[in-house]
């Protein structure tokens, strides 16, 4: 299926960084080596074209999600059902609009823009928005095994922020940078991503090029916050 296809083309031999340090290319990288944290990011991105489509889970520190994803229109969309504190909710994620049920016990579908303040977006890790923070970083490559392969960074929060078109939090004090973790299979398609906030976000990836069909709850059905 057209969701189960890859790019796997790296470079064909050693790489130089925007920092100038010699990198080995993907395809040649074993435990030890370190890559070029751009080309880690395109060929993740390259998995994550119009039509790709599978099943993922996530855990963020006491709020888990499972459901399926959708790439449509260069947008991540998903329809997950989502725990936290004990209560379940629905949500749906499609051309940047989230939709949510279930939360304090409401019947509608609860619209929002993302602008809404604490309203969660479980599409600001995957791995074709994260990439846009790699530059002038390397990855190194922790693990090879089962035909996967682990590649670990450390992460800018200042270019991560700008990624995610994110405000940097203030009267807090954060790292300049944190831990990032991703596990790719044979085709470089994420398996499972790590990435350390203060708190472990693990999101992992399975069954690709799954039948999936996002759409938006009916408007009879939806309301708005406030």
Known sequence: TSGGESSSSSSSSSTTTDGGGDT?????????????AVKLGEVMTATFKDGATGHMTMDMGGIT??????????????????EMGGQK?????????????????GNKWVKSDGSD???PDVNSFDPAQMSKAFAGTTA??????????????????????????TEKPTGVTLPETIPVTYTLDGDNRPVKSTINMGM???VEYSDWGKKVS?????????????
């Open 24 to 36: 080995t290319s993907l395809d040649d990288a074993k435990v030890g080596d370190e890559v070029d």
């Open 140 to 165: 190194k490559v922790t693990d090879k095994s089962g035909g996967n392969t682990t590649y670990t960074l450390e992460l800018d929060l200042n270019k991560l922020f700008a990624a995610l078109s």
């Open 200 to 202: 472990n976000i693990v």
């Open 65 to 82: 999600a499972d459901g399926d994803f959708e790439v449509k229109g260069g947008k991540q969309n998903t329809a997950m059902t989502m």
């Open 117 to 119: 303040a604490g309203t």
């Open 214 to 226: 996002i759409k938006a709850p009916p408007s009879s059905e939806v309301t708005t916050i406030g």
């Open 89 to 105: 909710m629905e949500m749906i994620s499609i051309d940047g609009v989230t939709y949510m049920k279930g939360l304090a016990g």
